[in-house]
Each structure stands twice: as C-alpha cells, then as structure tokens.
C-alpha cells in the first residue's frame, strides 16, 4: 500500500492497492500515475475510483522503506510523477525518469500566472507569495552551521507548534533559575557578615545590574526573530562573530562552573545537614575540620557529577519534566521561610545559643550549656567542662578564658518584633580563623597561652570583606537568560521574553530584599554569622526560621541543587554545541559532533571535565567568584550590544519593546564592569585576557562570518568620521607615508604575472597605511564581469599569501590605457587616496609585438607627474626577495642625484622596519659636478642626515665632463635608427591594413541589393576607388616599395639627434658610476627622469632608461611628487 501523506513520511507495504488519504486541499484535483516503473515494478496507470480515494499498484515495495515528503505540484518521488491534471483536460501530461524536470517544474510553477515578464528571475527573486508563506511557517529552530533561513537538515521531523506562554516559558524557567543554592547556604552569613545596610547595598546592585541588563536583551530578544540560541545568538549577531565567540565561551564557561557549583552546594547540605555521618574524611583534629570537608567536596562531587552526565546522556527529557518538581521545591521553601517569619512575631522557634563570655561556642561536641550540673544534691562538671579544663575534677586545670567568663543561654531565633534587627545593621568582618563573638555581651579577656583551635568555639573559615561579599553572592541574580534561551519553544517571544524576564528579576528582587530584612530581623547576629549552623547543632540556619520544620528547607534546597546542576549539565553542552557548529572558533568544531538525535556528547564530556576543575576546587565560596566573572563578562556585552545599535540608528534597529534607552544600556554595561572588579580584580583580569584571547584567534583564523552586526557598523561610522576628518586638508610632512596604489598585470587565466611586486609591497609598508591593489581588464564591463570576478579573488589571495594589507580594485576599460588612467584618478576615497604609485618595469617593451607597453608605461609616468603622485618602478621584480627570504649582510644604495622631496631617503628607511631588509646597511651617494667642493658636500650631507635622525654611510662620487665617446655616438645612433625602422615598418603595416580593408568593402559590395549598394557608394568617401584595375595594382605596389626602400636608405644615411647624444652620454656615464660602486648592492634606488615633453622621443626616453640602469640586479627608480616627505623638525 502506499499511504501518501501531507507533511507525513511514506509507508510502503506489500499489500496490492492502496489509497492516499487527508491529502486536505490537493483531493479536490484528480492525480494521475504514468505509465512507469518503480524499483522494477511496473506501476500501472490508475484513474481516481471514490472522491478521496486513489490507488496505486506497488506490489515489490517493502515495509521498511520509510521516508519524508511534502506533497507538491508536481509531486516526482524516484520514476514516479504524479501530475495535478488541470481542469477538462482529461490526457495525463508525459513525463521522462531521463529528462531533467528542473525545466519543466519551473514551467509549470509559472503556469497559468501573470508573471512571464519576471519568470527569469524567479530562481533568485522568488514571489512575495512564496516569500510570505515561508515566512508563516517559520519555526525558531536551532540553528548551527547554516542561519536559520536555510537550514540544512531536510530530514527534520515536522516541528509542532511553539504553544508556551510568558508564565510558564519564560517566568517559571527564569525563576528557577535565580532562585538556588546562595539563597538557602549563604544569604543568612551574608546578612551576619556585612549587616542588613551593607547586604542591602550589594544585593540591590547586583539586581540593578541584571535589572538593567533584562532591558537591553529584551530590546535585543524583539529586534526580529531569535532563534533557540539565547545570549550567545544575540550577542554575536550583533556585536560580530569575534565578541560573539568570545563571550559565547564566556557564558559557556559560566554555565559549567556554575553546574559546578550547584554541586558543591549539594554535597555540602548533604553532608553538613543531612547525613554528617556519610562523610569519608574525618578531622582528628579541630583545625583539620576545613581540610577534611574538602576532600569530601572532592570525592562526593567526582562520583555525583559522573553520575549527572550519565542521566543528561542517557536521557535528558527526564530532566526536563523534571524541572517543574524541583521548581515546585524552590518555592515551596521559600514559602516556609514567610511563614517562619509571621509565625516568630507570635510565637519564636526554640533554638537556645550557648555563649562563653562573647563567644559563641558549637553544640556539635555537647548538650548542657553550662559548666556545672545539680544532681541529687551533687554538683557534677559536665562535658563543657571536660572540654575546657584538663579533667572533670573541680580543682582541675582550666583555660583561661573559661574561668573568668560565664556560660550563657539566649535564644537564637528571639523574633520579629525583638528589635534585633538594630543590632544587626552593622557589618562584622572578621579575619579567618577568628572566633564569631557577640558584641554587646560582657566578656573579659584572659591570657591566650593555651590554644584555642581545639575548643568548642565556631570559628571563621575565610577572611571576609565586602567586595569578597559580592563575588559570592552574584551567581544568586544570574539566570536571567533562561527565557531567551527557551524562545525557539515559545508561542510569541517578543512579547513573552522582555515581561517574563523582567517580571521575574523584580519577584526575585522583592524576595531577596525582604530576605536580607526579615533575617536581620528575626535572627541573632552570632547566627548569622555562623556558615554551617554549629551553634544550632548543626541545622542549616535558614532552616531554623522556617516553618513547619526545617526539613523543608533541607530537602527542598538539597533538590532544587540537584536540579540545577542537571539543567546547567544539560545547557552548557548545547550552548558549545551551537558555538562549535557556527564555526567560528577552528579548534572546537569536533564539539559539534553528537548523537544521531542531535545530542551533544563530546561537548558534554567536555564540559563534565571543565566541571571537575570546579569540584577540585572544592569551595563553594571560592567558585562562585569565578562563575560571576563569565557571567558578568557576557551581561556587560549584552548592555554593549544595545547601546551600540541604539546609537548607530542602524535601519534594522527597530525592537518592539520600547522602554530602553541607551544610557541605561551604558550604566548596566559600566556597572558590570565595575561588579567584575569589585569582586576580584585579578579574577575579572583572567576573565578578560581569556575572552580577549578568544576574540584575537577568531579574528586571526575564523572570523569570515558577516552577521550584520553591530560593530561592522560601528567601524563604518567610525571610518566616515575619520575620511571626513582626514578630508581637511593634505597631512603634513610629519604624517606622510607613501599610501600604494600598486599596478598589476594580469595573464590571460587572471592571475598575477608578478607576485614579488606585492611582496615588495608588504616589506615596504608592514601593514601601515593605505594600499590599494589595481589591476586593468581590457574590454567591456558586462563582457568581462566574470572575469573580474575570478582576477579579484586570484589578486585577494595572493594579497592574503604575501601578508599584504589593502584593498582590491579592478577595474575593466575598453583600451589599457584608459584603464589604468581611471585607476590613478579615482581609487580611494575622500583622504584616503594614493599618493604613490608603484609599478614593474616593462621587461618586453622593446618586442615589435608589444609596441604598446610602453607607450602605456610613458603615458601612466605623464599622469602621475600630472597627478603629483610619487612613481616607484621595480626594475627587475622577479629577482627581489620573498617574505620569507634574509639578507644578512649587504647594501641598500641610494643614488640622490636630484631632490624631488627626500623620498630616496625615506624608503630604505621603511624598508629596513621589515625583517627581509633589516641587516642591510643604508648607503647615500650623491654626484659632485667640475665646480662643486665635493669635500664641503659631504659633510653638509652627513649633517643633513644627523638632523633627519636616519644612519647612513656617505659617499660624493665626482663625473667630470669630458668627450663624448664614440660609444654613445653610436648607441644613440643605433637607438634613433631603429626607433625610426619600427616607424617605417608600422606605416607599411598600416598600409596594408587598408589595402586589405578596401578589397574586403569591395567583395562585401558585390554581394548587395541595388538600394544598399547605393547607400554604402553614398557613404564611401569620394577620395577612395572601389575599381582596381592591374595597372593600378601594379604601380601601387611599385610606389609603395619604392618608399620603403628610400625610406630604409634614409636610415641608414641618418645621423643622430645632438640633444639625444647628450642625453644617452648623460645614462651612459652615470650607469658606469652606479655599476662601479653598487653592483652588488642588494638594492640601488635611482632618480627616474622625468619622460620628454615632445612625445616622439617617448621611444628613446625607454632606451635611456634601459641604459642607466643596465647591468645591476635589482632596481627601484624613484620619482618624487614635488613636495617634501621627509623633515628635521619633531
């Protein structure tokens, strides 16, 4: 049978017939099978028997085949096509298994609609229709490597409807979560600690603080869709995928030591309040006590946290349905502490406190509280004694402190309306190991010789103070985040997240703020103070004040502990999971990797591990500083991302909820930074070198993700001020740097003829400054845009190979030259433009083929004189060095024949910042004429080089005048002849271009209508025949090679031009000089001249500078832009 189904898998089975039913809208329409085979049965054509009923022969078809489809028009699954049949056509349309139908679907789609006009570009701009119903049937699903818009997973089953609401999807997750393990363990010895104004004070930041970062995730949360993703998703759409990795470990890392926490938080009301005897290490010793519960953190915490990963592996829906009872356990405690409260106004708990003098002292090693007991008239010393004294004889000896002070009884819970709360206003810090004393009871002191450790005392076991104070009590306020992370479940998180996570911060507030007062006033101070409640044999001191008994306190808090660890078991995985499948950070991608159901089990083992390292810590007021800082980090990123979207106005900044501002964003970002390092400077400095770590590596190996974000954003708005800024006016001498515009060639498959010209470029500017890297296509734009498209990622590459920091630009011309003229006026923007240009030396310019190089290399040198640019020209590029390359010793020579504003001297400069160059020594040679002091020039040079602050050895080489040798006559002779043969030879070229142009016209002619041979004559100028006769063939040939000829005689009879010979003297002589002294320099730098202002010399001005430079390796000719670069002054 086969069952089709809409939005339902296929069953296949073996029975023979078989129908499709609740296919909805489609049983309207008649379906047709055509006559094909599927897996080698034939399946026969079938026409519709019932209304809703259709039946389709599949005899060989099995019942374990089991696949997902959705129900279309057509519909084509493997042979099989099914085809809506269109109304009184009763022919079933053919179809071919062989034929690609990606044609005929599109046809179809566009079927009976007006939309021909836009059916070719359907594919990338589909109908608003389309558009809009995907978009209704969009579900806030996880989303991984691929954004939520195309997810990859095709196979996913069909997602029911999001029907939580903001009570129980967002408040409850949120109030389970900040309501925990501080509350019932610390809250009461913050209270004792700091007194009620300074617990106050620190409780009403901390939830300021998450008050304020609420309002800006819930501007964020309704800013458009979140996916399931919560913090992470948001912080990293917005601020980029670098903050948004880094603070995405961040609360990752948070999440799994608070897992840790809640652990330690377990263990410790297991083995402090529920079953002391449980514990494995036992203290011999008083002061031992503290080493002891430790170890038992370790061991129990060890063997509880393999068994929490062990139930979130095997099955994490458990702890899901879970959540709701220990929830139910949450509250159920608190509303025993109210009910402990109202029920001291009238009737206070017996809870006695034995005191010594001031101190408190701990019931776990006696019951009387007294020093001596009557008995049938006898007075006898009780355990008391024996612990103070050295027997229980009246005469023994005793400690000091005991004998002068009495045993006193007060109550420890004396209630509401006892006006205690007075006394406890006030903070007691204390240092560790002292003994909890209090304040306003007599006490007279006695010599301390004996040691008090192995007495009865409850004593500290840290140092407290209030920035302390607020590290470990922070966790408590976290969780906020719980209702952005369910919004993939929620029926309408833009509504649900901002009220839920808002209503649940100022429940918790209110309860942790009457807390802080209803402590302080119904219990004793010396209480409070006691962490463990050793004074109230060893009850958990909240516990005391809650009614009907304080097992409720014990059990509910000891599940609600339970509870969270497993929930931070379960989310820290799925968080790394979401992190490692964006892809962004390289190294944890392993963790995205899980179950065949999408279960994250390497990132649980992972963050089981991370998890030890907390439970090997073993203190829970040493943890908990550590979980504030992470969590701290990512709410300050949080505030950052809003204040930055709101102040940017960016078009897509449009939340739903209104009730933000930025400056509430800027003072909850700036009151976590200041939380981070009131609570431990050194711990927020860890935090923030590990996120700033993170945030380098994703910007130096990921980071290729483009979110939108806001810091992509910022940057723009920043650059704009900066170009308008720069825009002012030119930078002065101080400030100027060469900005590149480096001139590439191209080969025929777009790549880049010469690299080392970009590696040149990265050694010159070690990624200061401005480059721009251009490149010319020759021909159309609409012709070439693939091209251009393949040459800008061939030049980008190269760009990322060599280290070169720049930009790109390539841009296509009908003729080379226009394009490169287009590329020196108009790359860059606004001030941030070029001012010089670097390019290669034409090494085939003197090729008959390519008589077009040069012209373009002369034309571009014209335009950037006429630009007042700067023109570097690599001669020789391929034989400069690599990146990778040293000089370890060597010369960089610098020939200063004319100043054109001290660039000679600022390049090897530049050059030797880099590690190539920087053993090379700087040379400066300068030419002395017949009436120069050459003497006098040099130590003015010297002197001009010590002002410019630069090291250089100084040479003044002298070239007197003498004859011009007849070695110049005759190479300016040989230059000038074939400079005029290349004439001669281009002019007949040309010649019989035309010839060949007027025979073609001709043959074109003949072949013509009447009317359009008369209107190609009309448009034939007069002067040219379009009849040749032989005689007029022969004397045209015979002229034009008597022309040439008598041209070729006249070359040969020429003599050369005197202004050429003295300019070819001129290279000859000063080349010898240069080969002299730097021929085996590493680089020489030379004055390129400037080309002739008549244009027919353009050709010798190429041989020139052939000239001057021959015979040296490598060679950069400089030409300055006119104006100086270089200064003296500071």
């Known amino acids: 049978m086969f069952l089709f189904k809409s939005q339902v898998p296929v069953e296949f089975t073996g029975e023979r017939g078989g129908e499709i039913s609740d296919c909805e809208e489609e049983c309207n329409h008649t379906w047709i099978v055509s006559g094909l085979t599927h897996d080698g049965t034939e399946v026969r054509r079938i026409e519709p028997e019932v209304e809703l009923e259709h039946y389709v022969d599949a005899v060989s078809a099995t ?96 997602v029911k409807v999001p029907r939580m609401g903001t009570f129980i999807g967002v408040y409850l997750p949120c109030l389970q979560n900040i309501l925990g393990v501080i509350l019932f363990l610390r809250l009461t010895w913050i209270v004792g600690t700091a007194g009620v104004l300074e617990s106050f004070i620190i409780v009403f930041m901390c939830c300021a603080c998450t008050m304020l970062t609420a309002i800006s995730m819930s501007a964020i949360a309704t800013n458009g869709v979140v996916p399931a993703g919560g913090s992470y998703y948001m912080i990293s759409r917005s601020l980029g995928p670098e903050f948004g990795g880094a603070v995405g470990l961040c609360f990752y890392l948070g999440t799994t030591f608070a897992g840790a926490m809640y652990i330690l938080g377990t263990i410790e009301i297991l083995l402090t309040y529920i079953s002391p005897s449980a514990a494995i290490f036992k203290a011999e010793d008083g002061g031992e006590e503290t080493e002891a519960m430790l170890n038992n953190m370790r061991v129990y915490g060890t063997c509880i946290i393999i068994l929490m990963a062990v139930v979130v592996f095997v099955g994490v829906k458990y702890v899901n349905k879970l959540a709701l009872v220990f929830l139910a356990c949450v509250i159920l405690s608190i509303i025993a502490i109210y009910a402990g409260v109202i029920k001291t106004a009238f009737d206070p708990p017996d809870f006695p406190i034995c005191l010594l003098g001031n101190r408190t002292l701990s019931k776990r090693s006696f019951d009387i509280c007294a020093k001596f007991t009557e008995s049938n008239n006898e007075t006898k010393t009780t355990t008391l004694w024996r612990l103070f004294c050295s027997s229980s004889l009246h005469n023994a000896t005793c400690d000091d402190y005991f004998s002068l002070n009495n045993v006193t009884e007060i109550q420890g819970i004396p209630g509401i309306m006892s006006g205690v709360l007075i006394d406890n206003l006030w903070s007691a810090y204390s240092e560790k190991g002292s003994i909890v004393e209090k304040k306003d009871q007599p006490s007279v002191s006695g010599s301390e010789d004996m040691k008090i450790g192995g007495r009865p005392y409850v004593f500290t076991d840290i140092m407290t103070y209030f920035t302390m104070l607020v590290g470990i009590y922070f966790p408590s306020v976290t969780g906020i985040m719980a209702g952005s992370n369910r919004s993939g479940d929620l029926k309408d998180a833009q509504k649900s997240i901002p009220t839920g996570t808002i209503l649940a911060i100022s429940t918790t ?129 949080v505030n950052l991302a809003c204040a930055v979207q709101t ?50 590596y994703i910007e130096y190996r990921g980071a290729e993700k483009e979110w939108g974000d806001g810091i992509r954003g910022l940057s723009l708005n920043a650059a704009r001020y900066a170009l308008l800024r720069v825009e002012d006016g030119p930078p002065h001498t101080k400030n100027w740097r060469p900005q590149l515009l480096v001139l590439l060639n191209l080969d025929c498959e777009q790549l880049v003829k010469h690299p080392r010209l970009l590696s040149f470029t990265s050694q010159l500017k070690a990624g200061k400054g401005l480059t721009i890297v ?123 024949i004319v100043h054109d504003g001290g660039m000679l001297m600022l390049l090897p400069f530049l050059l030797r910042q880099h590690k190539v160059w920087r053993k090379c020594k700087m040379r400066i040679f300068t030419v002395a004429q017949m009436d120069d002091n050459s003497i006098q020039m040099k130590k003015d040079l010297q002197m001009f080089l010590y002002h410019l602050r630069l090291n250089a050895e100084v040479e003044v080489v002298e070239m007197f005048e003498n004859d011009i040798s007849a070695f110049t006559y005759e190479k300016t002779l040989m230059m000038e002849q074939r400079s005029q043969m290349l004439k001669q030879m281009q002019l007949s070229k040309n010649e019989r271009e035309r010839e060949a142009q007027l025979i073609h016209d001709r043959n074109t002619a003949s072949h013509l209508t009447p009317a359009v041979k008369a209107s190609v004559a009309a448009s034939v100028p007069e002067k040219v025949q379009m009849t040749w006769t032989k005689e007029k063939f022969v004397a045209e040939k015979h002229k034009n090679k008597d022309t040439n000829v008598s041209g070729f005689k006249d070359i040969f009879n020429m003599k050369p031009n005197q202004s050429n010979v003295r300019r070819m003297h001129t290279a000859v002589k000063l080349n010898g000089v240069v080969l002299n002294k730097s021929q085996h320099a590493q680089l020489v730098l030379l004055n390129m001249p400037g080309p002739p202002k008549n244009r027919k010399g353009d050709e010798n001005y190429m041989e020139f500078l052939e000239v001057l430079t021959e015979g040296l390796d490598r060679v950069l000719l400089v030409r300055g832009s006119g104006r100086e670069v270089i200064t003296i002054y500071s």
């Open 63 to 158: 019942d374990s085949d089991l696949l997902e489809l959705t129900l279309g028009n057509p519909f084509i699954f493997g042979n099989l096509r099914l085809q809506k049949q269109k109304a009184g056509d009763g022919i079933a349309r053919e179809s071919s298994p062989f034929i690609n139908s990606a044609e005929m679907d599109r046809g179809n789609m566009y079927e009976g609609k007006n939309m021909a006009l836009f059916e070719e570009e359907m594919d990338s701009n589909p109908m608003v229709s389309s558009l809009l119903n995907k978009l209704a049937n969009y579900t806030n699903l996880t989303q991984g490597v691929v954004e939520h818009e195309a997810d990859e997973d095709t196979k996913r089953k069909e």
């Open 509 to 637: 507030s209110f309860i942790y703020l009457s807390c802080i007062v209803l402590f302080g006033a119904c219990i004793e101070g010396v209480i409070l103070r006691d962490k463990f409640g050793e004074a109230v044999n060893g009850n958990l001191v909240v516990g005391t004040l809650a009614w009907p008994s304080p097992w409720v306190i014990v059990i509910g808090s000891f599940f609600s502990t339970c509870g969270a660890g497993l929930q931070s078991l379960t989310g820290a995985p799925r968080l790394l999971q979401a992190i490692a499948r964006d892809g962004i950070v390289p190294f944890i991608q392993v963790f995205g990797h899980g179950k065949a159901n999408g279960e994250p089990t390497w990132a649980l083992l992972l963050t089981a591990g991370i998890c030890e390292i907390g439970i090997l810590i073993a203190s829970l007021d040493s943890v908990a500083p550590i979980l504030s800082m992470f969590f701290l980090m990512c709410y300050m990123f």
């Open 647 to 696: 102040l940017l106005r960016t078009p897509n900044w449009r939340p739903r909820f209104k009730y933000y501002h930025w400056t509430l964003s800027f003072l909850g970002m700036s009151l976590c930074l200041a939380l981070m390092f009131i609570c431990s400077w050194y711990y927020a400095l860890i935090a923030m070198l590990i996120a700033g770590c993170i945030y380098k």
């Open 774 to 896: 251009g490149s010319v296509l020759q021909g159309t734009y609409l012709d070439k845009c693939t091209e251009t498209q393949k040459a800008e990622e061939n030049v980008k590459a190269l760009m990322a190979v060599e280290k070169t920091k720049g930009f790109c630009q390539i841009v296509v011309s009908p003729s080379f030259r226009d394009g490169i003229s287009h590329l020196i006026q108009s790359a860059g923007l606004g001030g941030m433009k070029h001012n010089t240009v670097l390019m290669a030396w034409p090494q085939s310019w003197k090729r008959t083929e390519n008589h077009f190089s040069w012209k373009n290399f002369v034309d571009t040198v014209r335009e950037t004189t006429a630009a007042q640019q700067a023109l570097l020209v690599a001669k020789n590029i391929d034989l400069f060095p690599t990146n990778q390359e040293r000089f370890t010793e060597g010369n960089i020579d610098v020939w200063w």
